[in-house]
Protein backbone atom coordinates (compact mmCIF):
# COMPACT_ATOMS: atom_id res chain seq x y z
CA UNK A 1 0.00 0.00 0.00
CA UNK A 2 0.70 3.89 0.03
CA UNK A 3 1.25 3.88 3.35
CA UNK A 4 2.08 2.10 6.73
CA UNK A 5 -1.60 0.88 7.69
CA UNK A 6 -2.57 -0.36 11.51
CA UNK A 7 -5.85 -1.65 12.59
CA UNK A 8 -8.02 -1.14 14.89
CA UNK A 9 -7.61 2.65 15.07
CA UNK A 10 -9.12 2.61 18.81
CA UNK A 11 -9.61 -0.10 20.92
CA UNK A 12 -11.16 -0.12 24.03
CA UNK A 13 -10.81 -3.62 26.37
CA UNK A 14 -11.79 -4.31 30.01
CA UNK A 15 -8.66 -4.91 32.21
CA UNK A 16 -7.62 -8.38 32.21
CA UNK A 17 -8.91 -9.14 28.50
CA UNK A 18 -6.30 -9.38 25.69
CA UNK A 19 -5.77 -7.44 22.45
CA UNK A 20 -4.42 -7.86 19.18
CA UNK A 21 -2.81 -4.67 17.04
CA UNK A 22 -2.36 -5.29 13.45
CA UNK A 23 0.15 -3.17 11.63
CA UNK A 24 0.57 -3.72 7.46
CA UNK A 25 3.77 -2.04 6.81
CA UNK A 26 4.29 -0.33 3.18
CA UNK A 27 5.23 -3.39 0.63
CA UNK A 28 8.72 -4.41 0.30
CA UNK A 29 9.76 -2.13 4.10
CA UNK A 30 12.69 -4.74 5.40
CA UNK A 31 12.56 -2.67 9.02
CA UNK A 32 9.16 -2.76 11.10
CA UNK A 33 9.13 -0.94 14.64
CA UNK A 34 6.35 -1.03 17.59
CA UNK A 35 6.66 1.99 19.96
CA UNK A 36 4.04 2.93 22.91
CA UNK A 37 3.10 6.94 23.25
CA UNK A 38 1.45 7.26 26.47
CA UNK A 39 -0.21 10.54 26.61
CA UNK A 40 1.75 13.42 26.74
CA UNK A 41 5.16 11.92 26.11
CA UNK A 42 6.77 10.68 23.38
CA UNK A 43 6.68 7.30 21.77
CA UNK A 44 8.74 4.47 22.99
CA UNK A 45 10.69 1.63 21.81
CA UNK A 46 8.72 -1.35 22.20
CA UNK A 47 10.73 -3.95 19.44
CA UNK A 48 12.12 -4.17 16.08
CA UNK A 49 11.91 -7.29 13.34
CA UNK A 50 14.13 -7.26 10.21
CA UNK A 51 11.83 -9.35 7.80
CA UNK A 52 10.48 -11.93 9.99
CA UNK A 53 13.42 -12.05 12.94
CA UNK A 54 12.54 -10.01 16.18
CA UNK A 55 16.26 -8.93 16.42
CA UNK A 56 15.31 -6.80 19.27
CA UNK A 57 12.55 -7.34 22.07
CA UNK A 58 14.42 -4.99 24.75
CA UNK A 59 11.45 -2.44 24.87
CA UNK A 60 8.67 -4.69 26.00
CA UNK A 61 7.63 -3.94 29.42
CA UNK A 62 6.71 -7.36 30.40
CA UNK A 63 5.87 -10.80 29.36
CA UNK A 64 2.24 -9.84 28.58
CA UNK A 65 3.80 -8.14 25.28
CA UNK A 66 4.48 -10.50 22.45
CA UNK A 67 4.92 -9.49 18.99
CA UNK A 68 5.30 -11.30 15.53
CA UNK A 69 5.95 -11.09 11.78
CA UNK A 70 5.87 -14.46 10.19
CA UNK A 71 6.13 -13.68 6.95
CA UNK A 72 8.10 -10.56 6.99
CA UNK A 73 5.27 -8.18 5.97
CA UNK A 74 2.03 -8.07 8.44
CA UNK A 75 2.92 -7.47 12.00
CA UNK A 76 1.13 -7.83 15.39
CA UNK A 77 1.34 -7.01 18.28
CA UNK A 78 -0.75 -8.92 21.25
CA UNK A 79 -0.95 -7.96 24.86
CA UNK A 80 -2.45 -10.25 26.97
CA UNK A 81 -4.46 -9.74 30.08
CA UNK A 82 -4.22 -6.01 29.77
CA UNK A 83 -3.95 -3.79 32.74
CA UNK A 84 -5.05 -0.11 32.80
CA UNK A 85 -0.76 0.68 32.26
CA UNK A 86 -1.24 -0.29 28.86
CA UNK A 87 -3.56 2.29 27.62
CA UNK A 88 -1.46 4.49 25.03
CA UNK A 89 -0.96 5.17 21.52
CA UNK A 90 0.88 2.04 19.81
CA UNK A 91 2.82 3.26 16.83
CA UNK A 92 3.96 1.28 13.62
CA UNK A 93 7.32 2.15 11.41
CA UNK A 94 8.63 0.32 8.41
CA UNK A 95 11.86 1.49 6.45
CA UNK A 96 12.62 0.02 3.10
CA UNK A 97 16.51 -0.76 4.42
CA UNK A 98 17.61 -2.76 7.33
CA UNK A 99 19.05 -0.25 10.26
CA UNK A 100 21.01 2.15 10.42
CA UNK A 101 18.17 3.72 8.47
CA UNK A 102 20.44 6.08 7.64
CA UNK A 103 19.00 8.91 4.88
CA UNK A 104 16.28 6.29 4.08
CA UNK A 105 14.32 7.05 7.29
CA UNK A 106 10.89 5.45 8.72
CA UNK A 107 7.34 5.68 7.47
CA UNK A 108 4.98 5.87 10.88
CA UNK A 109 1.34 4.33 10.86
CA UNK A 110 -1.13 6.65 11.98
CA UNK A 111 -1.37 4.19 15.27
CA UNK A 112 -4.21 2.42 17.69
CA UNK A 113 -5.15 4.30 20.11
CA UNK A 114 -5.79 1.38 23.12
CA UNK A 115 -7.56 2.55 26.41
CA UNK A 116 -8.11 0.00 29.36
CA UNK A 117 -10.56 0.58 31.32
CA UNK B 1 21.08 5.46 28.75
CA UNK B 2 20.22 8.49 25.74
CA UNK B 3 18.35 11.10 27.55
CA UNK B 4 16.22 13.41 24.85
CA UNK B 5 14.70 16.74 26.28
CA UNK B 6 12.68 19.17 24.48
CA UNK B 7 12.40 22.91 25.39
CA UNK B 8 9.53 24.53 25.90
CA UNK B 9 6.97 21.96 26.53
CA UNK B 10 4.26 24.46 24.78
CA UNK B 11 4.38 27.06 22.53
CA UNK B 12 1.71 29.96 21.64
CA UNK B 13 2.64 32.45 19.51
CA UNK B 14 0.90 34.67 16.52
CA UNK B 15 0.71 34.53 12.55
CA UNK B 16 4.06 35.54 11.62
CA UNK B 17 6.43 35.16 13.92
CA UNK B 18 9.75 33.29 13.58
CA UNK B 19 10.20 30.34 16.61
CA UNK B 20 12.55 28.39 17.44
CA UNK B 21 12.26 24.63 18.99
CA UNK B 22 14.61 23.34 20.96
CA UNK B 23 16.35 19.72 21.58
CA UNK B 24 19.11 18.49 23.85
CA UNK B 25 20.27 14.44 23.77
CA UNK B 26 22.75 13.37 26.45
CA UNK B 27 24.90 11.45 24.86
CA UNK B 28 26.55 12.51 22.08
CA UNK B 29 27.26 9.09 20.25
CA UNK B 30 24.58 9.59 17.86
CA UNK B 31 24.12 8.61 13.91
CA UNK B 32 21.47 11.05 12.95
CA UNK B 33 19.01 13.07 14.52
CA UNK B 34 15.67 13.76 13.23
CA UNK B 35 12.02 15.97 13.31
CA UNK B 36 8.76 14.74 13.48
CA UNK B 37 5.62 16.11 13.32
CA UNK B 38 2.81 14.28 14.90
CA UNK B 39 -1.20 15.91 14.54
CA UNK B 40 -3.79 14.96 16.83
CA UNK B 41 -4.88 11.23 16.36
CA UNK B 42 -2.12 10.94 13.88
CA UNK B 43 0.92 9.30 13.00
CA UNK B 44 4.39 10.84 12.66
CA UNK B 45 5.45 12.95 9.75
CA UNK B 46 8.94 13.49 9.39
CA UNK B 47 10.27 16.96 8.45
CA UNK B 48 14.05 16.70 8.59
CA UNK B 49 16.75 13.93 9.09
CA UNK B 50 20.29 15.48 9.78
CA UNK B 51 23.13 12.59 9.63
CA UNK B 52 25.97 13.30 12.43
CA UNK B 53 28.26 14.42 10.03
CA UNK B 54 25.70 17.68 8.72
CA UNK B 55 25.45 20.89 10.53
CA UNK B 56 21.83 21.82 9.63
CA UNK B 57 19.00 20.58 7.13
CA UNK B 58 16.27 23.10 5.50
CA UNK B 59 13.07 22.55 4.00
CA UNK B 60 10.86 25.15 2.62
CA UNK B 61 10.27 27.67 5.82
CA UNK B 62 12.15 24.77 8.02
CA UNK B 63 15.61 24.58 9.20
CA UNK B 64 16.82 21.98 11.96
CA UNK B 65 20.58 22.69 13.21
CA UNK B 66 22.45 19.88 14.65
CA UNK B 67 25.77 20.87 17.27
CA UNK B 68 26.58 17.00 18.05
CA UNK B 69 29.33 17.58 20.54
CA UNK B 70 27.14 19.89 22.49
CA UNK B 71 24.29 17.67 22.36
CA UNK B 72 22.21 19.95 20.71
CA UNK B 73 19.67 20.80 18.03
CA UNK B 74 17.43 23.42 17.10
CA UNK B 75 14.03 23.41 14.66
CA UNK B 76 13.64 27.21 13.19
CA UNK B 77 10.18 27.70 12.20
CA UNK B 78 10.14 30.90 10.00
CA UNK B 79 6.51 33.11 8.93
CA UNK B 80 4.52 30.26 11.19
CA UNK B 81 0.95 30.16 10.36
CA UNK B 82 -1.82 28.16 11.61
CA UNK B 83 -1.35 25.06 9.77
CA UNK B 84 2.25 24.57 11.73
CA UNK B 85 0.09 24.08 14.88
CA UNK B 86 1.05 20.41 15.96
CA UNK B 87 3.28 18.34 18.28
CA UNK B 88 7.03 18.74 17.42
CA UNK B 89 9.24 15.65 18.46
CA UNK B 90 13.01 15.15 18.27
CA UNK B 91 14.61 12.13 17.88
CA UNK B 92 17.91 10.32 17.95
CA UNK B 93 18.96 7.02 16.59
CA UNK B 94 22.76 5.55 18.30
CA UNK B 95 25.80 4.75 16.78
CA UNK B 96 25.33 1.50 17.89
CA UNK B 97 21.21 1.09 17.83
CA UNK B 98 18.72 0.66 15.66
CA UNK B 99 16.24 2.27 17.20
CA UNK B 100 14.82 6.40 17.76
CA UNK B 101 14.80 7.41 20.82
CA UNK B 102 12.51 10.35 21.24
CA UNK B 103 11.89 13.69 23.51
CA UNK B 104 8.69 13.89 24.68
CA UNK B 105 7.93 17.07 22.20
CA UNK B 106 7.16 20.44 21.75
CA UNK B 107 3.28 21.20 21.18
CA UNK B 108 3.11 24.44 19.22
CA UNK B 109 -0.23 26.57 18.62
CA UNK B 110 0.11 29.60 15.81
CA UNK B 111 -2.96 32.16 16.55
CA UNK B 112 -4.63 33.12 13.49
Known amino acids: GAGVSQSPRYKVAKRGQDVALRCDPI?????LFWYQQALGQGPEFLTY????????KSGLPSDRFFAERPEGSVSTLKIQRTQQEDSAVYLC???????????????FGSGTRLTVV | KQEVTQIPAALSVPEGENLVLNCSFTDSAIYNLQWFRQDPGKGLTSLLLIQSSQREQTSGRLNASLDKSSGRSTLYIAASQPGDSATYLC???????????FGAGTILRVKS
Open chain 1, 27 to 31: SGHVS
Open chain 2, 91 to 101: AVIMEYGNKLV
Open chain 1, 49 to 56: FQNEAQLD
Open chain 1, 93 to 107: ASSLVRTPIGRYGYT
